[in-house]
């Protein structure tokens, strides 16, 4: 029974990133679907596409080599526009390397882009 799917996405593409597979079978959802274009657009995989199954949907997830570690922020923390800098230094290594990806009432997307049409949100996960 899985109480989390975006923790297990990210937990099934470190896990296929680090044995060196090239890809992936994720469940999908919409807010999957949403963070994978964001991962996807930061060139971190490769591509994603859906994959008919009896049973629910899956994506099939295209891996490059480039993701160090991803996970989920747990609690969600609430992000106001100016308090970006806080948590990139709490879940990223170094400045500019690495996403912060979140939820806004404009949809979701990277913390640099929250910085840009200046909004805040709520945190969803990380990836370097």
Known sequence: MRHDLLADVFCVIKNAESIGKKKCI???SKL???VLKIIHQHKYI???EPVKDIREG???VKLI?????CNVIKPQFYVKKDEF???EKRF???AN???LILTTPKGIMDQNEAKEQGTGGKLLGYIY
């Not at 080599?65 to 570690?69: P, T, V, Y």
């Open 46 to 48: 490769g591509g994603f």
């Open 32 to 34: 999957i679907k949403g």
């Open 97 to 99: 390397v690495g996403l």
């Open 26 to 28: 994720v469940s999908s």
């Open 65 to 69: 080599g480039k993701i160090n570690n």
């Open 92 to 94: 990223l290594p170094a």
């Open 85 to 87: 800098i806080k948590f």
């Open 58 to 60: 899956k994506i099939k």
